[in-house]
């Protein structure tokens, strides 16, 4: 099986920091294939059981928990590949790249490189936001609908 | 050997493709379009890749998308499988210049056997029989009477841009030819805009009987032997058997003489099938010749145990055919297409989810197959769920097996076309081998397969 073709643990071990890191209680990422849906119960009643085996969070501490959340909630949108080929952050091997993490991108900006029959395609950003995290190591190769990076399209510069 | 092939198809083609690579231990790469995700090949291959959206021309017909995945994943050649590439001359090209081996004939071949009429020009000028007609098209009246004098009576008139049928009617005599062809040359102007139409000789009953052969490429190429796919509706093959039925040895050999011939003409190489139609006991028409491997390979693996998808891979890798010239054939084989549509609804597609999928086993049966309980079949392809492939010491023994195998199988969700081949296994004619391309619109009644 491609440890390209979906989501791999990896991915979402990284995704599940990222929620952690950016105190997020609720992170949705929704790529054509799959959505990752990654919730953090910070109910007390939630903390207690996590140690235990059978965890079944009262239903109050669940319903508080959703009134909390609804500020923080987020959806990250994904730069999509639209090809197979090999991923590229920069113009060339020693420039620099074309966008890094918390950079703001507009829509049409290229973001990356894709090589494919050493044509090099420039990719261009389908949204306005900014880059919260860079998903694809430079060098790999990438499939058609894979997520490049994710985008929070509710910090527009 | 290859290290790695990557199959660029889906359904049960690739599957089977995959099982090839796998005993062969070569590494295998799925493409896959957005709609195929859970599908069959993508989970058994060793790798997969998304190369597209659903509709083929952005996905399995996505030729730089393709190369690209065979390039960032290294592989060393490519099978086609049947359809989408594999008779693109153009495809086996790139895949020649990207130095990616393409598993089937040289795009020269593809070429000179793709253009029908061409090819049939080909054929008669090496000496096969083709079926006789108007050389080119036929305009007016004069040109018509004159190509009638070397065809005979009774002949068919065709719409030189046509198909399926459309725009065709036979004639008796050169009065009825008179007649006929103004009203033909209106209907081919309105249906495809061209008025042209050629002539050819028409059989009545002819047998479709087609000839497996393989060719190393090094000048040795070997007839594995025939096909009886007479069993069709409107020209898609439902059910096919090997060996034919009522071939007399005499024809037979002459059928395998010249498919042998048409192969070489081309300078063929790999794993093809000669298509012929067979009119009485003496008469053998070329059709075309399938320049890939076909749906229909298995019944000549059943009866020969010869691996055709492992010999098609060997041969690219440049392995010389370790088969006997003369190949030896046991027992008869008859294969079974499950498509689902539904043949009570005049054969309408039936995609969806399926929700049972039991299929049968036992002595003699194998089935070839992408689908499960839990699949759903999407609408943007064909409508093949599955292949039933039934062996028995003689015809007899095979038609009683694929009745068992089809009873037993279970498809839940999604009408197919089992109850259509329980129909045509209990046909009386059908049991005496007396069949032609006519057999379903002749001795079938579809009216009897609608359900109260």
Same mark, same amino acid.
């Given at each position: 099986?491609?440890?390209?073709?979906?989501?791999?643990?990896?991915?979402?071990?990284?995704?599940?920091?990222?929620?952690?890191?950016?105190?997020?209680?609720?992170?949705?990422?929704?790529?054509?294939?799959?959505?990752?849906?990654?919730?953090?119960?910070?109910?007390?009643?939630?903390?207690?059981?996590?140690?235990?085996?059978?965890?079944?969070?009262?239903?109050?501490?669940?319903?508080?928990?959703?009134?909390?959340?609804?500020?923080?909630?987020?959806?990250?949108?994904?730069?999509?590949?639209?090809?197979?080929?090999?991923?590229?952050?920069?113009?060339?091997?020693?420039?620099?790249?074309?966008?890094?993490?918390?950079?703001?991108?507009?829509?049409?900006?290229?973001?990356?490189?894709?090589?494919?029959?050493?044509?090099?395609?420039?990719?261009?950003?389908?949204?306005?936001?900014?880059?919260?995290?860079?998903?694809?190591?430079?060098?790999?190769?990438?499939?058609?609908?894979?997520?490049?990076?994710?985008?929070?399209?509710?910090?527009?510069? | 050997? =290859?290290?790695?092939? *990557?199959?660029? +198809?889906?359904?049960?083609?690739?599957?089977?493709?995959?099982?090839?690579?796998?005993?062969?231990?070569?590494? !295998?790469?799925?493409?896959?379009?957005?709609?195929?995700?859970?599908?069959?090949?993508?989970?058994?291959?060793?790798?997969?890749?998304?190369?597209? @959206?659903?509709?083929?021309?952005?996905?399995?017909? +996505?030729?730089?998308? &393709?190369?690209?995945?065979?390039?960032?994943?290294?592989?060393?050649?490519?099978?086609?499988?049947?359809?989408?590439?594999?008779?693109?001359?153009?495809?086996?090209? &790139?895949?020649?210049?990207?130095?990616?081996?393409? &598993?089937? %004939?040289?795009?020269?071949?593809?070429?000179?056997?793709?253009?029908?009429?061409?090819?049939?020009?080909?054929?008669?000028?090496?000496? $096969?029989?083709?079926?006789?007609?108007?050389?080119?098209?036929?305009?007016?009246?004069?040109?018509?009477?004159?190509?009638?004098?070397? !065809?005979? =009576?009774?002949?068919?008139?065709?719409?030189?841009?046509?198909?399926?049928?459309?725009?065709?009617?036979?004639?008796?005599?050169?009065?009825?030819?008179?007649?006929?062809?103004?009203?033909?040359?209106?209907?081919? /102007?309105?249906?495809?805009?061209?008025?042209?139409?050629? *002539?050819?000789?028409?059989?009545?009953?002819?047998?479709?009987?087609?000839?497996?052969?393989?060719?190393?490429?090094?000048?040795?190429?070997?007839?594995?032997?025939?096909?009886?796919?007479?069993?069709?509706?409107?020209?898609?093959?439902?059910?096919?058997?090997?060996?034919?039925?009522?071939?007399?040895?005499?024809?037979?050999?002459?059928?395998?003489?010249?498919?042998?011939?048409?192969?070489?003409?081309?300078?063929?190489?790999?794993?093809?099938?000669?298509?012929?139609?067979?009119?009485?006991?003496?008469?053998?028409?070329?059709?075309?010749? +399938?320049?890939?491997?076909?749906?229909?390979?298995?019944?000549?693996?059943?009866?020969? +145990?010869?691996?055709?998808?492992?010999?098609?891979?060997?041969?690219?890798?440049?392995?010389?055919?370790?088969? %006997?010239?003369?190949?030896?054939?046991?027992?008869?084989?008859?294969?079974?297409?499950?498509?689902? /549509?539904? @043949?009570?609804?005049? =054969?309408?597609?039936?995609?969806? @989810?399926?929700?049972?999928?039991?299929?049968?086993?036992? %002595?003699?049966?194998?089935?070839? !197959?992408?689908?499960?309980?839990?699949?759903?079949?999407? %609408?943007?392809?064909?409508?093949?769920?599955?292949?039933?492939?039934?062996?028995?010491?003689?015809?007899?023994?095979?038609?009683?097996?694929?009745?068992?195998?089809?009873?037993? =199988?279970?498809?839940?969700?999604?009408?197919? !076309?089992? @109850?259509?081949?329980?129909?045509? *296994?209990?046909?009386?004619?059908?049991?005496?081998?007396?069949?032609?391309?006519?057999?379903?619109?002749?001795? $079938?009644?579809?009216?009897?397969?609608?359900?109260?």
């Amino acid at each position: 099986m491609s440890e390209h073709g979906r989501f791999d643990l990896e991915e979402i071990r990284a995704l599940i920091r990222l929620a952690a890191e950016a105190e997020l209680t609720e992170l949705e990422v929704a790529a054509p294939h799959l959505t990752v849906r990654i919730k953090k119960d910070s109910g007390p009643a939630a903390e207690t059981h996590a140690a235990g085996a059978a965890s079944a969070p009262a239903p109050d501490a669940a319903a508080q928990a959703a009134g909390q959340t609804v500020a923080q909630e987020r959806r990250y949108a994904p730069i999509a590949s639209p090809m197979v080929g090999t991923f590229y952050r920069a113009p060339k091997p020693d420039a620099p790249v074309f966008v890094q993490e918390g950079d703001t991108v507009e829509v049409g900006q290229t973001v990356c490189i894709l090589e494919a029959m050493k044509l090099f395609n420039e990719i261009p950003s389908e949204v306005a936001g900014r880059i919260v995290r860079v998903l694809v190591e430079n060098g790999a190769p990438v499939e058609y609908g894979q997520p490049l990076f994710l985008v929070d399209p509710s910090a527009v510069a | 050997m =290859f290290n790695k092939v *990557l199959i660029a +198809n889906r359904g049960e083609i690739a599957v089977r493709i995959i099982r090839a690579c796998r005993e062969l231990g070569v590494g !295998t790469v799925a493409v896959y379009s957005e709609a195929d995700r859970e599908s069959l090949h993508v989970r058994m291959a060793d790798e997969a890749f998304c190369v597209g @959206p659903a509709a083929a021309r952005d996905s399995y017909l +996505n030729i730089p998308n &393709i190369m690209a995945t065979a390039e960032v994943l290294g592989v060393d050649a490519i099978h086609p499988g049947y359809g989408f590439l594999a008779e693109n001359p153009h495809f086996a090209e &790139i895949c020649q210049d990207s130095q990616i081996t393409f &598993i089937g %004939p040289p795009a020269d071949a593809i070429y000179k056997m793709g253009d029908k009429s061409a090819a049939r020009q080909l054929m008669r000028h090496a000496g $096969i029989p083709v079926i006789p007609g108007s050389v080119g098209q036929v305009r007016d009246e004069a040109a018509a009477l004159a190509a009638a004098k070397q !065809t005979g =009576f009774p002949l068919v008139i065709k719409a030189a841009a046509g198909g399926g049928g459309r725009g065709m009617r036979v004639v008796q005599s050169a009065s009825d030819l008179r007649r006929a062809l103004g009203a033909a040359q209106s209907e081919a /102007e309105a249906a495809f805009g061209d008025g042209a139409l050629y *002539l050819e000789k028409y059989l009545a009953s002819p047998k479709h009987i087609e000839v497996q052969i393989i060719a190393d490429g090094r000048g040795t190429t070997i007839a594995v032997g025939e096909r009886d796919c007479s069993i069709q509706r409107r020209h898609q093959k439902l059910l096919e058997e090997t060996p034919a039925v009522e071939l007399s040895p005499r024809l037979r050999r002459a059928l395998l003489r010249a498919a042998v011939r048409a192969a070489e003409v081309v300078g063929y190489a790999n794993a093809g099938t000669v298509e012929f139609l067979v009119e009485g006991t003496n008469h053998l028409y070329f059709m075309e010749m +399938n320049t890939r491997i076909q749906v229909e390979h298995p019944v000549t693996e059943m009866v020969t +145990n010869i691996d055709l998808v492992k010999e098609q891979i060997r041969i690219a890798a440049g392995e010389r055919l370790a088969l %006997p010239r003369e190949v030896q054939s046991h027992g008869h084989a008859i294969e079974c297409r499950i498509n689902a /549509e539904d @043949p009570a609804r005049d =054969f309408l597609p039936s995609s969806g @989810p399926i929700t049972a999928f039991v299929p049968p086993g036992g %002595p003699g049966i194998r089935v070839d !197959t992408h689908a499960f309980a839990g699949y759903t079949i999407p %609408p943007h392809y064909d409508s093949l769920i599955a292949k039933v492939i039934a062996w028995g010491r003689d015809r007899d023994e095979a038609i009683a097996r694929m009745r068992r195998g089809l009873r037993e =199988f279970e498809i839940g969700g999604v009408r197919t !076309t089992i @109850p259509f081949h329980l129909k045509v *296994l209990d046909n009386a004619f059908f049991r005496k081998g007396e069949v032609s391309v006519n057999f379903v619109q002749r001795r $079938i009644d579809l009216a009897d397969l609608r359900s109260p």
